[in-house]
Nanobody, 120 residues
Framework: QVQLVESGGGLVQPGGSLRLSCAAS????????MGWYRQAPGKQRELVAG???????RYADSVKGRFTISGDNAKNTVYLQMNSLEPADPAVYYC??????????????WGQGTQVTVSS
């Protein structure tokens, strides 16, 4: 059974940073494209960062230059370093394996996500 457990969210001031973690079990992140998605109230879930084979990395235009996705195969964990957080970034953030085409839908059931709030 695949489990994806996100953590690391919280409240941060504009311009601040957070590091999200996604601990995976039931799959090996080394053999899947992995990604971070976010869903804000009233909006569809969107992929913000994805990584395939460690060197094909894609970011949503809205986060380029501010967010960095990485993975630790030994820990089977995916990270999202978020810097220069903006008022448009608050959402519930989720990780999932990514179908690497089209609108990059997730492969497995969604976890509970981790809430990111940006406020002064």
């Amino acid at each position: 059974q695949v489990q994806l457990v996100e953590s690391g969210g919280g409240l941060v001031q504009p311009g601040g940073s957070l590091r999200l973690s996604c601990a995976a079990s039931g799959i090996l992140i080394s053999i899947y494209a992995m990604g971070w998605y976010r869903q804000a109230p009233g909006k569809q879930r969107e992929l913000v960062a994805g990584i395939l084979n460690g060197d094909d990395i894609r970011y949503a235009d809205s986060v380029k230059g501010r967010f960095t996705i990485s993975g630790d195969n030994a820990k089977n964990t995916v990270y999202l370093q978020m810097n220069s957080l903006e008022p448009a970034d608050p959402a519930v953030y989720y990780c999932n394996a990514v179908r690497w085409s089209g609108d990059y839908p997730g492969r497995f059931s969604w976890g509970q996500g981790t809430q990111v709030t940006v406020s002064s």
